[in-house]
Nanobody, 125 residues
């Protein structure tokens, strides 16, 4: 069974840093890409970042490029999202998701078939 659980959310001032963690159930997810998505209040969920199974490639939304960094440590069954230079518009619920035996573009939500429950991140100005 594939499970993912986010942690590390909270409140941070603009310009500050925060690291989110996504603990996954292990062997299966370690072989597949993982993505981060976010949903702000009254907005649609959007792509944030994605990483390949072997960490060879990472992809970022233009809005977070050069500020966020995604990594994975499969020995710890964990994927990370390091968020620097936070902005108020980064306020959202952040979700991690796994793309297990699914094809399709890394930024499309529909190709991710396992999701965590999300963690709230609030950036105050």
């Amino acid at each position: 069974q594939v499970q993912l659980e986010e942690s590390g959310g909270g409140m941070v001032q603009a310009g500050g840093s925060l690291r989110l963690s996504c603990k996954h159930s292990g062997l299966i997810v370690s072989r597949f890409p993982v993505g981060w998505f976010r949903q702000a209040l009254d907005k649609e969920r959007e792509f944030v970042a994605s990483i390949t199974w072997n960490s060879d490639n990472t992809y970022y939304a233009d809005s977070v490029k050069d500020r966020f960094s995604m990594s994975r440590d499969d020995a710890k069954n964990t994927v990370y999202l390091q968020m620097n230079s936070r902005k108020p518009e980064d306020t959202a619920i952040y979700y991690c998701a796994a793309k297990v035996y699914k094809s399709g573009a890394y930024y499309r939500q529909t190709v991710y078939n396992y999701w965590g429950q999300g963690t709230q991140v609030t950036v105050s100005s």
